[in-house]
């Protein structure tokens, strides 16, 4: 019975979450490019820039199957904020240390073909920040492990209502590890500038990064 009533609360915040995302895309008239970028089917590793927090939830809409995005464990100190974020699939991660609870819950969903995303530059960045926040090397070090194809999207201007500009997802080519450096620490910094390259923008972090 337990296990039951269990099920239904995740349903109920999937279904929440789903629902939340189709109104975010309408209410901020959200701009999609690139969709035939996307896989119909898993497995595969999701990156984007992070600006805002509804970011995750107008990217779902436009990604199937289901994306279990990895986030800090540190959200899940809040009991109604962990309720949401286990009830959509959502991977918490230390990442202080090896995290070896995440990394079998990412095996688990790669194996049933799901989409993990990630924010390789961890918590929200403003544009200001944008070269002075680096990746995690973590980002490149999963894509490395699984093999799994990379799929950037980039999340382009702000939500605003009745704003002049509307968000822009730019959904892009997917592509492998085979193409980036075999410095973990290189080759996070690589995978973000594919990102913020889909609107345009340069990034160059204020850090020498490895070139090996």
């Keep these: 019975m337990a296990e039951r009533s269990g099920t239904r609360r995740v349903r109920f915040a999937a279904f929440m979450s789903w629902l939340v995302s189709g109104t975010l895309n309408c209410l901020y008239r959200v701009r999609v490019s690139g969709t035939a970028h996307v896989p119909q089917s898993g497995p595969f590793i999701l990156i984007a820039n992070h600006g805002h927090v509804f970011d995750p939830l107008v990217i779902h809409r436009h990604v ?3 994306v279990h995005w990895v986030t800090k464990r540190e959200l899940f100190d809040n009991p109604v904020i962990r309720f949401v974020l286990r009830g959509v699939g959502t991977i918490p991660f230390n990442r202080e ?3 070896v609870a995440a990394l079998r819950t990412i095996i688990r969903v790669v ?3 799901g989409v993990v995303g990630i924010f ?3 918590g929200r960045v403003v544009p200001e920040d944008r070269d002075r926040v680096l ?3 973590a980002t490149a070090h999963l894509a490395r492990r699984f093999k799994l194809p990379i799929v950037p ?6 939500f605003r209502l009745f704003g ?6 730019i959904f892009g080519p997917p592509f492998t590890t085979d193409t980036l450096s075999l410095n973990d620490e290189a080759a996070a910094v690589q995978m973000m500038r594919v990102v913020y390259a889909l609107m345009d923008q340069p990034y160059c972090p204020d850090y020498e ?4």
């Design 111 to 113: 194996k049933e073909d």
């Design 153 to 158: 999207v980039a999340v382009a201007n702000e």
């Design 164 to 169: 002049k500009t509307r968000p822009h997802l």
């Design 64 to 66: 199937a199957p289901w």
């Design 135 to 137: 990746p995690k090397e």
């Design 209 to 212: 990064v490895p070139q090996a």
């Design 97 to 99: 240390s090896l995290d």
């Design 120 to 122: 390789p530059q961890g």
